[in-house]
């Protein structure tokens, strides 16, 4: 009786190792899918919010003020870049050169060149506009490839609407990993009384690509993400709302991004469960 009572207390013993071995590996891998997920979602915002940028600084490119020596009175961004403009039959070059590195009014670093050729006027219909990176960074992220932006409002009285494409898209973190990227886009400015440019971007479409880790991403807004101008001076460069699916493999990661607040506050799901997370530069160790 001792012995067989002995061979059922190894047994449950075991049985319970076993489950808390499981319980524990699962706890772990739960850990690691989360990690995952937000290293997804943080590389894909960053990517998002300075890719959105480079569509900007084009679009302020192309209604640069040249009548004051270069020196442009619309965006304090350029204040520290050299901006040139050569006419052509069709339209004009645009080059933005911000050398080896300048910090703008919102702190975020600079480098490298933007170079535009327009096609007509900006705001006109039909009009084309393509920005090209070369050695072009924002804060050490460096990134390539060809914006096209064509004009496809509806009128000239309506708030201005552009299809945008990125060929050749890449982005190169400091730890020398990469990722690659094409966009199909539609993207609105909402009207403001103080500028041309907009107070409000509204960002509709699909991106697909391959991640850091060499893995397929697709990228679908399914709710429009919308960017305010003046969220920029408290450093906060994500949509302010918007929803939009990042899928990667089998996974599919939801974000949310709020209702219209400036801040850094997304809310994530995966798998039904969901997450506030706080959206930050995706700086890993190499």
């Excluded at 490298?112 to 960074?137: C, V, Y």
């Excluded at 060809?146 to 409002?153: L, M």
């Excluded at 050749?168 to 990993?177: E, L, N, R, V």
């Amino acid at each position: 009786m001792k012995r067989t009572g002995f061979k059922t207390n190894k047994l449950s013993l075991l049985v319970a190792a076993v489950c808390m071995m499981t319980f524990f590996a699962c706890d772990d891998q739960g850990a690691l899918d989360n990690n995952v997920a937000l290293d997804v979602i943080n590389d894909d915002i960053e990517l998002e919010s300075s890719y959105e940028e480079v569509d900007d600084l084009a679009l302020a490119g192309a209604s640069h003020d040249f009548s004051t020596g270069g020196r442009s009175e619309r965006d304090g961004r350029f204040e520290c870049a050299e901006v040139t403009k050569e006419e052509t039959d069709t339209g004009a070059i645009i080059t933005i050169d911000f050398g080896d590195g300048c910090e703008g009014p919102n702190g975020r670093v600079r480098a490298g060149i933007i170079r535009i050729t327009k096609t007509g006027d900006h705001w006109d219909l039909g009009s084309m506009m393509t920005a090209e990176m070369i050695g072009f960074s924002i804060d050490d992220l460096m990134f390539e490839g060809t914006r096209s932006v064509t004009n496809i409002s509806e009128s000239v009285d309506t708030n201005p609407t552009f299809k945008v494409t990125l060929i050749g898209g890449k982005a190169t973190w400091p730890d020398g990993t990469s990722a690659t990227r094409e966009v199909n886009r539609v993207r609105t400015l909402i009207k403001s009384d103080d500028s041309e440019l907009g107070r409000e971007v509204w960002v509709d479409g699909t991106t697909n690509g391959v991640n850091r880790e060499g893995e397929s991403i697709d990228v679908q807004i399914i709710e429009t993400l919308i960017f305010k101008r003046s969220c920029r001076a408290g450093k906060k460069f994500i949509p302010v709302s918007g929803v939009k699916q990042i899928t990667k493999g089998e996974v599919v990661i939801t974000i949310d991004f709020g209702d219209g607040e400036c801040d850094n506050i997304a809310i994530k799901t995966v798998d039904g469960v969901s997450t506030e997370i706080t959206i930050k530069k995706n700086r890993r160790k190499g």
